[in-house]
């Protein structure tokens, strides 16, 4: 772009995305190590990860399978045979001097994945999926990449299987990168095939430029534009916060060097989550820098009919329809219920016995409401399903009141994993508690004649007042709305 001042609202922000995703495996994806992670560095590690003379790679069929999932999940085009690359650097991660990746013929081509931001839905072109090693992870000390003392370096996930993504330049602001991250997250959790918990499990390099908004047509950019335009790679994103934060960090940097009439350098830039900046780490490599050849130690790769024989699960947008339209739920509730597998599982299961309204409050909102206060996540009660069936019988039955198995059917479950009908006994909860709280309604109604008349005169006030006589009684546990019905069937008699 040339230098010239502009104003910001003649600007438009172009963002594409290249997102590494670490594929759960048992194993590497060309040897036998184990991919969980080891106690001290340097444990998982054999001949073939470590690159040594004469080791050669055997592809592990599950991350090729992993591939074509996200392929499936994306509506890539999957082809009939796929093959791998040499893309030859010089890094100290990187024992071999090559990484293996694909070039020219990835496992998956030309898909997409809606999003929505601000109640807008849009489509993201995702150009490529293919399958690489990750290379080993360095460790820089006493400072960041450009401050460290010495670095250190780990070959424990050299060879750990990942899918990168890459997509069409089509974001236009850093919160709709947030939105597609956030979304890919789910739809990959969904496939099973990843594990957002695991720390570096997606990687993120954002290359991002901005261009007069006058070449946005339609909001498509042009190439020559684009070209045109110096852009720069932010690298070392490790999460979809992160990736905004860093992008409006980049965005502005930008801006404010355009609008200054100063030119934007083509670079490659390192987000230094600490610091909140971007810091310009080396001019960008080209494709041609990197001398791609076929990997002659692996043979192509036929792929044809895995699309048809490989199968995905209904996918989160999918269920968060189906959820909204089959159970009558709210949008942000059905959003809430499906945003992970384990949940949106757990939930239908809950529904299928119970009232679907009443199992969306008590999984939504009571259950994952309690789980998040305690850090906890739903795997951690993945076995207890029972139970949590149990304790929304109990509300639906009328056996306990809602503010008893909320406060301590619920708390207890998690707090001390104790099962639901052993509270209830042991806090007196059940069907005694049902006796007691009819009791203080007979007793409210014998020591208020007046409200009673008031009540059998029709004064709308006059029941209001007995259930607050009952709730003092039942030292605030009865269940009001459940109050106002025995009082009514009591006065009836
Ligand atoms: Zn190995
Ligand atoms: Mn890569």
């Known amino acids: 772009m040339t230098a010239r001042s502009v104003g910001r609202e003649e600007l438009v922000t172009v963002i594409g995305l290249e997102v590494h995703v670490q594929l759960e495996t048992e ?23 470590l690159g040594l003379p004469g080791a050669l790679p055997v592809l592990n069929e599950a991350a090729v399978e992993a591939a074509v999932k996200i392929g499936k999940a994306i509506d890539a085009d999957i082809p009939e045979e796929t093959r791998f690359h040499r893309k030859n ?23 997409e994945l809606e999003i929505a931001v601000a109640g807008e839905r849009r489509t993201v072109t995702i150009e490529r999926a293919h399958l690489e090693e990750d290379p080993g ?5 006493g400072g960041s990449i450009d401050t460290a003392d010495y670095t250190l370096v780990d070959y424990n996930r050299a060879g750990t299987p990942l899918v990168e993504i890459v997509t069409a330049p089509d974001f236009r602001s850093p919160r709709e990168v947030r939105a597609f991250l956030a979304e890919l997250e789910e739809v990959l959790e969904y496939l ?22 006058t070449e946005a047509d339609d909001g498509r950019i042009g190439e020559a534009t684009l070209e045109a335009a110096n852009r720069t790679e932010v690298k070392n994103i490790s999460s979809h916060k992160g990736a905004e934060k860093a992008l409006a960090y980049e965005e502005s940097r930008q801006r404010n060097a355009i609008e200054r009439g100063r030119a934007v350098e ?23 820098d990197y001398r791609y050849f076929p990997e002659a130690d692996l043979p192509p790769l036929r792929v044809a009919g895995w699309k048809s024989e490989i199968e995905i699960p209904e996918l989160p947008r999918a269920r968060r329809e189906r959820f909204a339209a089959e159970y009558g739920l709210s949008e942000e509730a ?34 994952l409401g309690e789980l998040n206060y305690r850090d906890m996540s739903v795997a951690e009660i993945e076995g207890r399903l029972p139970e949590v069936k149990r304790l929304v019988e109990l509300v639906a039955t009328d056996e306990i009141t809602a503010k008893n198995a909320r406060e301590t059917v619920l708390r207890g479950m998690l707090d001390d994993g104790d099962d639901p009908d052993a509270i209830v006994d042991r806090e007196g909860l059940g069907k005694t508690g049902a ?21 059998e005169d029709g004064e709308d006030g006059a029941i209001n007042f007995l259930v607050g006589q009952v709730m003092g009684k039942t030292g605030g546990s009865a269940d009001p709305g459940a109050v106002n019905e025995l009082l009514i069937e009591e006065l009836g008699n």
């Open 27 to 49: 194993t590497k994806i060309f040897c036998g190590c184990p991919t969980e992670p080891a106690e001290g560095p340097n444990e998982n590690v054999c001949p073939v990860c």
């Open 89 to 111: 650097y010089y890094y100290p991660d990187l024992p071999k001097n090559f990484q293996i990746t694909q070039y020219d013929e990835p496992i998956c081509a030309d898909g």
């Open 137 to 141: 992870s360095l460790q820089h000390v």
């Open 192 to 213: 099973g095939v990843f594990d957002a918990g695991r720390d570096g499990s997606l990687r993120v390099d954002a290359n991002l430029s901005i261009v007069p908004a």
């Open 266 to 288: 083509q670079e490659t830039r390192h987000w230094d989550e600490s610091r909140g900046i971007t810091v310009s780490m080396r001019s960008k490599e080209a494709e041609k």
């Open 334 to 367: 059905a959003s809430k219920l499906t945003s992970r597998k384990a949940v949106a599982d757990l939930y239908e299961d809950v529904a299928s016995e119970f009232d679907p309204g009443l199992a969306a409050t008590w999984v939504a909102d009571e259950l």
């Open 435 to 455: 006796d007691e709280v009819r009791l203080a309604v007979r007793e409210a109604i014998a020591e208020n004649p007046e409200a009673v008349a008031d009540y």
